[in-house]
């Protein structure tokens, strides 16, 4: 008998488990912990949202892989008015659940094994279990040119990035866009944050915006979620779109699992794609956070880089990121080392805004 390999074994160690210290530590604050690791939302549900998910309890059949046609339609229209996203059709869309179980399974859903899978130098861990638990190799690259001959068959890009909030320029899209055209590489653009935009001068832009990919949607993924701008996490409700060729084989294939979004989460997604004021209103939430985070950072002493958009602040001080996360510890807060995130993240932390506005101030009091 061939002995079993446990893909336990092959996967990389979840990084959270080593903040346990750190974390009792700071729970060890007099006044409570303040936990900035994790980018899990924790404003409620907007009311027109949970009203949608409750009409629908009584739906009692399997949904379909593919989705309604009125969430198809829903979603095609939403980035279409938020993200200038054109050209879509019916099945260029296909909804998941959950974007991190989309994006662990890619790999596999694509029938890439064996082959070469390119992730950011600072990364969401998620490309690097996807790559592992479909046995492909995994290479850590921001730069085409240091691919050489490389021909990979699946191209992570990250813009808005988690953790670092940097967001690639239409030029360099348009690049990286032509690139995996050209070279027959299936390019999975995480969008995810493309709604959180701060810098009006990079204001996040998707790589199927027609000034990005001239309407040619070739070996083009976007995957979009409803976790970050609608507080849907506890939903998983996310979204692949793009190339329909794709999209249809990965509907096969889905299909072929069972992994369908609950008819339930379905109606709530459409109520949250149609109502952009939802949205909006998040946003600013998270704007005045933002601006509350940057300065007591700032006035700490640290540097905060990158930052343009998304949900964290990538912050250093030109030290060890565990020497920095304990240094927050010490005070009771909690925040992500850049290690989490690849080699090239040694010495800065991820700081998230997603804590309510109390324990937001209470981390600038603990930094004043």
Known sequence: ????????????????DSLASAKAKAQSHPDGIVNLSVGTPVDPVAPSIQIALAE???????????????????????LERRYNMTELVDASVLPVIGTKEAIALLPFTLGLSGQ???????????????AAAAGCKVLRSDSLLKLGPERPGLMFINSPSNPTGKVLGIEHLRK??????????????????????????????SILDPRVCDGDHRNLLAIHSLSKTSNMASYR????????????????????????VPYQIQQAMIAALNDDDQEAGQKLIYAKRRAKLMRALLEAGFRVDDSEAGLYLWATRDEPCRDTVDWFAQRGILVAPGDFYGPRGEQHVRVAMTETDERIDAFVSRLG
């Open 176 to 205: 990286v866009v032509k690139w995996a055209q050209e070279n027959d590489v299936i390019l999975a653009a995480d969008e995810c944050y493309l709604g959180l935009g701060w810098d009006d001068d990079k204001q996040p832009i």
């Open 237 to 260: 409700a996310g979204y692949l779109v793009g190339d329909t060729a794709l999209i249809s084989e990965l509907t096969e294939v889905r299909k072929n699992l069972g992994l369908m």
């Open 56 to 78: 629908a309890a009584g739906f009692s059949g399997y949904p379909q892989t593919i989705g309604t046609p009125e969430l198809r339609a829903a979603i095609r229209g939403a």
């Open 116 to 130: 070469t899978v390119v992730i950011p130098e600072v990364a969401y861990p998620t490309y690097e279990v996807s």
């Open 1 to 16: 008998m061939t002995p079993r390999t446990s893909l336990a074994s092959v996967l990389p160690d979840f990084p959270w």
